[in-house]
């Protein structure tokens, strides 16, 4: 028993000898969770992940002998956890609308039974390595659980249960290790959260991670297992991009980590997830999606354990040999978390208050992303996606700027853009992404060839537009030639016809990779045609006064994925009026 | 409640006390503070050791020694004693009378620092308010449970605006009023009179809970007084099943109460000398705002802050619009010209509108609209700068048409009475009336079928 020499805010000294660095602890009476981050001569350090209120120098403290770890096995699928793992549905049964603390609540449900099927492999005399498939249950309607065993495990089975329903604290295997002990192996095991589960090795990504969203498929790219950002200001759109990907996104397993933002936030997705559909299985979208949430007003230093607590998770159904998405909003408040843990700490501050082991904290968070081959000879992956909060939308602010450095995806939210309410406010200048090559041969194989050259050409001529507007801007339109005023009318269609995309729009939000490249598609090919028939003297007004454009950019939303014929009707009236406009203008050029 | 008094100050600065050789303080305790002429204040435990215990008072150690002044522990923290008799009356930061009249008596007692709620609790906000303000509902429309601040500057008319919205704001289809707590942070007599004339007027006025510190009043109390406010605002909506609007004003003086405070304590400062956990501070107030599962009454929040010259990067409205769900941005360039209520289109949002209008709620055509007027301002923008450039005389036709859509935009549909309560219906007509301005090929966020229902396109 050790006892509180000072509380200072969430950090509280005490004094216990022979407890460890990272150790979890239960504080005073009411018992409130904390970890010991720093040891000073006979005093330790800790964190408490709830309010220290009340707390008096004198309160016994109690070492738990083990760091944060979270439980791992069947039952985290469709669910809502704290910063700390703690179900929030249970914690609101056990004390209402309101959170109140020392709550002591197991992550995963003990009573309810689950139906184990033994794997092939599960047998008497085989041996036994960590990251073994032991057998599955149902999890939900669509994903099986693959239950493994715990990643230190090594030896040989001498027991097993045979198939039946099983609560995760009954024994389904025992494992005589090298060593001669017997260790007995459950649907579950814990896993310390700073530690990354172990793998077989790396594997290669190329397959695109698909999220229905244009402006990031089509045009900055994520691959399934990589690593991307979005930083934007507030209300640039943020979350609302977080939430497609988590909606649509063509992963297995998608996890959703709220970390210091709004509460309704996460009511919105509880709410309609459950109603939504899956569009590549079909199911409904709360059977593979959980969510951790730490809001912006539950405990500050739980909010830098929520970011831990949920890629281990992650990476747990990774090891299953699924693909799985971990969105993060946003990194910038759990960045705050440890700057706030810092300062009371005394620890020297290097740039806006930020200790210097920030961005050596956020390249080991986003190194937990990655394709792997997994113990169990599967593959398997983690896609992370951080929202960036940059005070006063500064880019260059530090979590940023590391920030940039470290992943391969930046969707860059703009908020002239957003403040025009062109969404999503992915800004085409400032993005970037380093898979576009990668994924050029899945787009070619599975949608079309030209996908690379389209792409391209279509940056191009927003950035050739970006040019001519600052020219404009300056000189007004008039120092433009006919080319380059279509080059402008161009840039706009392909801005609201293909760019523009509400998430609110039933039909629009979920963009399948063929609707996307056809509707990029054909913009394109219009614009080749009025490129054409300038250079056969066709003045652009008259181009401009077409009535297809209106049609062209409503498109996207009057034509379902399942119905693309449509673009070739339009595509034809578009080739007739064309063909009657060029056909009348190479006569005039004949030399009579 | 402890009667021991202790006389262990063993220094003073700013409004912080350091006290030696108490033992076993609770960290965020309550504490009562007198010196030698009786004179009472009051204070909060922020860091407790068996060595040193660390009390922030509210009224500030001025005329305070260490010889003379006794510090008693209350061995409780602040809590708020609540009572339907609140309405109606007017008290300070910590819940004290200002109104002369007895204190509230009862055993109903809450910690002012409340508890987070658990996000599983919550219910999503969807119920439309219609506030009568065009650019409020028929754009940035409010719901029940939303929390919508105001961002204003100095000179501005928040006030006015703030008053008519109170005035206003009703559910269409339902006759329950709101209840009201009106939160004063650190504003002047005239603004405080202001509102107590506003809700007499209106006739209001039992159906307001008043918490005030003014300009003069200590400043330490700012920090203690939103979460008073908003004690009793839980209260009177989760217990009393109340819909309650909480104005707080001025959340900027908040914040600099707050930054003090932090400087004296000497914690790391982050941007423009504010404390890193100022989000969360903050956000400890916002996320007050909502509905509950199971609960009938709700908080709407309408927080009002001052930008300091007018930056809306500024830490504080920064820090803030990431909080709240929107901001409603006034303009000092539209106020100029005389439009009222200044509302700067493009910067303002407001989040949870998407659940709260359309075919059920206001009209189906609501949310093409409000997405077809900003991109038209917005695109009418561009043109208004390109005729600072090269003249409006050179503007194309369509440019021209765009000049013509923002100048009726700002005086016809921005701009409105201070007493003029439009029906949504009416702001939508009239949006389409400024819509029918341009010709339907420039309109291709609204539908086929709005444009033959409203558009009214003479074509020239
Ligand atoms: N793709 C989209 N389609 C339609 N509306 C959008 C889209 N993206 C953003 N919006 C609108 O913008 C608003 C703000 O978006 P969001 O909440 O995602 O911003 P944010 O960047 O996460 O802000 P904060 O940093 O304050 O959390 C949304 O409520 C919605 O009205
Ligand atoms: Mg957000």
Redesign the interface.
């Known amino acids: 028993m050790g006892e509180v020499i000072e509380i200072n805010g969430p950090i509280v000294t005490i004094r216990q000898p022979g407890i460890h660095n990272g150790e979890q602890v239960r504080i005073g009476e009411l018992g409130l969770i904390g970890e010991v981050i720093h040891l000073r001569e006979k005093n330790a350090l800790v964190q408490v992940y709830e309010s220290t209120e009340s707390l008096r120098p004198g309160e016994q403290v109690t070492g738990l002998g083990h760091p944060l770890s979270v439980e791992l096995g069947p039952g985290l699928l469709g669910q809502i956890f704290d910063g700390v793992q703690r179900p929030l549905n249970k914690i609101m049964q056990l004390s209402g609308t309101n959170i109140t603390r020392g709550l002591r609540v197991d992550a995963l449900d003990r009573d309810k039974k689950w139906h184990f099927i033994p794997h092939e492999t599960l047998a008497v005399g085989n041996p036994v390595r960590g990251g073994c498939i032991l057998g599955t249950v149902q999890e939900t309607e669509s994903i099986q659980h693959r239950i493994m065993s715990p990643p230190d495990c090594k030896g040989e089975i001498i027991e097993h249960a045979p198939e039946g329903d099983y609560t995760i604290e009954e024994i389904i295997a025992r494992v005589k290790t090298v060593s001669g002990s017997v260790t007995e192996l459950k649907m579950y095991h814990r896993w310390p959260v700073r530690i990354p589960r172990p793998y077989y090795s790396h594997a290669n990504t190329d397959e695109p991670l698909i999220t229905g969203q244009r402006i990031l498929d089509t045009f900055f790219p994520l691959v399934k297992g990589g690593k991307a950002a979005v930083p934007g200001p507030f209300g640039a759109g943020k979350t609302m991009v977080q939430q497609q990907i988590a909606r649509w996104a063509n992963a297995d397993i998608v996890l959703y980590v709220g970390c210091g933002e709004r509460g309704n936030e996460m009511v919105d997705i509880l709410q309609s997830f459950p109603k939504l559909k899956d569009p590549h299985s079909g199911r409904s979208l709360m059977e593979r999606t959980f969510l951790v949430a730490n809001t912006s007003n539950m405990p500050v230093v739980a909010r830098e354990a929520s970011i831990n607590v949920g890629v281990t998770m992650a990476e747990y159904y990774r090891d299953q040999g699924y693909d799985v998405v971990m969105v993060a909003d946003s990194t910038s408040r759990w960045a705050e978390a440890l700057r706030e843990v810092a300062g009371r700490l005394g620890q020297m501050p290097v740039e806006e208050g930020y200790p210097a082991y920030l961005a050596s904290r956020l390249a080991a968070f986003y190194e937990r992303a990655g394709k792997v081959n997994t113990l169990s000879g599967k593959q398997g992956s983690v896609s992370l996606i951080g929202a960036v909060s940059p005070p006063g939308g500064d880019f260059s602010e530090p979590v940023t700027s590391h920030t940039k450095e470290i992943i391969r995806t930046f969707w860059a939210l703009s908020k002239p853009l957003a403040d025009a309410r062109h969404y999503p406010s992915v800004s085409w200048l400032d993005s970037f992404t380093s898979y576009a090559e990668r994924v050029s041969q899945w787009w070619s194989d599975n949608v079309n060839p030209q996908w690379s050259t389209r792409r391209e050409q279509a940056l191009a001529l927003l950035s050739e537009s970006d040019e001519l507007e600052r020219i404009v801007n300056l000189v007004g339109p008039e120092a433009l030639s006919s080319a380059q005023r279509w080059v402008l009318e161009s840039s706009v269609l392909i801005k609201e016809a293909v760019l523009q995309q509400s998430a609110l729009d039933p039909v629009d939000s979920y963009c399948s990779p063929q609707k996307q490249f056809s509707l990029l598609e054909l913009m394109l090919r219009y614009h080749d045609a009025g490129v054409e028939l300038i250079n056969l003297g066709v003045p652009v007004e008259q181009l401009i006064e077409l009535p297809f454009s209106t049609e062209l950019k409503r498109l996207k939303s009057s034509v379902s994925n399942d119905d693309l014929q449509a673009f070739e009707t339009l595509a034809d009236k578009i080739r007739k009026k064309f063909d009657v406009m060029r056909a009348e203008y190479s006569q005039q050029r004949e030399p009579v | 409640m402890s009667d021991l008094e202790h006389r262990k100050v063993s220094s003073i600065h700013g409004a912080l006390m350091f006290l030696k050789g108490v033992?076993?303080?609770?960290?965020?305790?309550r504490v009562v503070i007198r010196n030698k002429q009786g004179g009472r204040r009051n204070g909060q435990v922020i860091?407790?050791?068996?060595e040193v215990v660390l009390v922030q008072v509210f009224e500030g150690t001025d005329n305070l020694d260490l010889e003379n002044t006794w510090v008693r522990f209350l061995d409780e923290?602040f809590e708020l004693s609540l009572s339907p008799d609140m309405l109606g009356r007017n008290f300070n930061g910590i819940g004290e009378p200002r109104d002369g009249r007895p204190p509230i008596i009862s055993s109903i007692q809450r910690?002012v620092?409340?508890?987070?709620?658990?996000?599983?609790?919550?219910?999503?906000?969807r119920e439309f308010i219609q506030t009568g303000i065009s650019t409020i509902d028929g754009l940035n429309s409010l719901v029940r449970g939303q929390k919508l601040p105001i961002f204003s500057g100095s000179g501005l008319p928040h006030n006015k605006l703030v008053a008519q919205i109170v005035r206003q704001a009703k559910l269409t289809g339902d006759s329950t009023n709101f209840v009201i707590v009106f939160a004063a942070i650190g504003v002047s007599h005239s603004d405080a009179r202001f509102f107590e004339q506003e809700f007499e007027s209106s006739g209001v006025l039992r159906n307001v809970v008043m918490f005030m510190n003014l300009a003069n009043d200590p400043p330490m109390e700012r920090l203690i007084l939103p979460r008073t406010a908003l004690t009793a605002a839980e209260y009177l909506a989760?217990e009393q099943d109340h819909h309650v609007l909480v104005v707080i004003t001025d959340m900027t003086n908040y914040a600099e109460a707050l930054r003090e405070i932090a400087t004296e304590k000497g914690?790391?400062?982050?941007?423009k000398g504010y404390p890193?956990?100022l989000?969360?501070d903050l956000?400890?107030i916002y996320?007050?705002a909502?509905r509950?599962?199971d609960?009938h009454g709700s908080i709407t929040m309408i927080p009002v802050l001052s930008m300091p010259s007018d930056d809306i990067?500024?830490?504080i409205p920064?820090?803030t619009?990431?909080?709240t769900?929107?901001?409603i941005v006034l303009s000092r360039e539209l106020h100029s010209k005389s439009v009222y209520p200044p509302v700067n289109v493009?910067?303002s949002?407001s989040?949870?509108m998407?659940d709260g209008i359309g075919k059920d709620d206001t009209r189906e055509d609501h949310?093409r609209v409000a997405?077809q007027l900003?991109?038209a301002y917005?695109?009418a923008m561009d043109s208004r700068?390109?005729a600072s450039?090269?003249g409006a005389e050179?503007l194309?036709g369509r440019d021209r048409q765009y000049l013509e859509f923002a100048r009726r935009f700002e005086s016809d549909f921005v701009n409105q009475g201070s007493n003029e309560d439009r029906s949504i219906i009416e702001t939508l007509d009239l949006a389409w009336e400024l819509l029918s301005l341009l010709p339907?090929?420039a309109?291709?966020r609204v539908?086929?079928e709005d444009l033959q229902k409203y558009h009214n396109w003479d074509g020239s």
């Not at chain 2, 033992?23 to 305790?29: I, L, S, T």
């Open positions: 033992k076993n303080v609770a960290y965020g305790d860091k407790s050791s068996a923290p910690n620092n409340g508890s987070p709620v658990n996000p599983a609790a919550r219910s999503y906000p989760f914690d790391v400062p982050s941007r890193g956990y989000y969360s956000a400890e996320e007050r909502g509950l599962h609960h990067t500024h830490p920064d820090l619009g990431y909080i769900e929107g901001q493009p910067p949002l989040r949870l998407k949310p997405s900003y991109a917005s695109r700068n390109l450039i090269i050179e194309s339907p090929a309109l291709s539908s086929d």
